[in-house]
């Protein structure tokens, strides 16, 4: 069974969404990367730092739309967080 001619083009289109997304994925993180790093530069706390990115991410999600696939990866970072208490510990 062949797809139809429409179904061709959506799936195209959302390859090109997916194509865009992963390259500003990439885009977005080394920007925040550099702020991380700036701010280490300036001798801020890890835990300091990353109080500030959640306070961030808060300001970003409530912004703009969120989805079920972005609750199951907030969950996960919950969880990788809880089991390892002194990945985000003062130094």
């Not at 001619?5 to 997304?21: E, L, R």
């Amino acid at each position: 069974m062949s797809q139809k001619p429409d179904n061709k083009a959506k799936i195209a289109q959302q390859a090109i969404i997916a194509g865009v997304d992963a390259s500003d994925l990439v885009r977005a993180r080394a920007a925040v990367n550099s702020g991380v790093q700036s701010a280490q530069k300036e001798w801020i706390p890890s835990h300091l730092i990353v109080s500030a990115l959640a306070l961030e991410l808060q300001d970003q999600i409530s912004a703009g739309e969120h989805s079920n696939e972005l609750s199951i990866y907030l969950r996960r970072l919950a969880d990788f967080v809880s089991a390892n208490p002194s990945s985000t510990g003062r130094h």
